[in-house]
């Protein structure tokens, strides 16, 4: 079955760039999401079709795809971008799959 | 745009329960909906799919478990969780799915409902 690897934690300082990797087999020829979801709260959407933010989304925030990995990019990182990010992709076999996760700690 | 969920509580395996998710803003019947779950401090986990003709799909680990539905009428969709096991434990969440093939994601999500499997 198809399967999305994220690394469990990533640590970045206040205004750095965070970079959040997620890898898959030929996952360069899928679109990828990114979900953002707080502590105690619902996933919210960040990014789509790889690159895409939906209105409301910071320019902060930013993806690509190429290969066998797609990455969210956290450009200028805020305190309240201290979250757990999950990348999704949809499967022909499995319909959709998530990510493993990807804890985000502001220092 | 709301979802709004009810149901979800203790339940002992072996057991069913039927998650409701009501929609405000937008109309069930001409929206691909969907089901995802996390496990308690896991990740998500997508379990099942509603297109707008009345197709369904779910993950293997629940199907034939799990049954996803629609009343157009109440605006609502439904899941019902029929031989319940541990593994199932899990926030659930409804959401929104603006295309059903992962293009645009899941942009509409309902605020979550617990479901505990234990005896």
């Known amino acids: 079955s198809y399967a999305l690897t994220q690394p469990p934690s990533v640590s970045v300082s206040p205004g750095q760039t965070a970079y959040i990797t997620c890898s898959g087999e030929n996952l360069g020829r899928k679109y990828v999401c990114w979900y953002q979801q707080k502590p105690g709260q619902s996933p919210v959407l960040v990014i789509y079709?790889?690159?895409k933010r939906p209105s409301g989304i910071p320019e902060r925030f930013s993806g690509s795809n190429s290969g066998n990995t797609a990455t969210l990019t956290i450009s200028g990182t805020q305190a309240m971008d201290e979250a757990d990010y999950y990348c999704q992709a949809w499967d022909t076999s499995a319909h959709y799959v998530f990510g493993t996760g990807t804890k985000v700690t502001v220092l | 745009v709301q979802l709004v969920q009810t149901g979800g509580g203790l339940i002992p395996p072996g057991g069913s329960l039927r998650l409701s998710c009501a929609a405000s803003?937008?109309?069930?019947?001409?929206?691909?909906m969907t089901w995802v779950r996390q496990p308690p401090g896991k990740g998500l986990e997508w379990v099942s799919i509603l297109y707008g003709g009345g197709r369904t799909y779910y993950a293997d680990s629940v199907k034939g478990r799990f049954t996803f539905s629609r009343d157009i009428s109440k605006n609502t969709v439904y899941l019902q969780l029929n031989s319940l096991r541990a593994e199932d434990t899990a926030v659930y969440y409804c959401?929104?799915?603006?295309?059903?093939?992962?293009?645009?994601?899941?942009?509409?999500w309902g605020q979550g409902t617990t479901v505990t499997v234990s005896s």
């Open positions: 803003g937008l109309t069930v019947g001409s929206n691909y």
């Open positions: 959401a929104r799915d603006l295309d059903g093939g992962g293009y645009y994601g899941m942009d509409v």
């Open positions: 079709q790889d690159a």
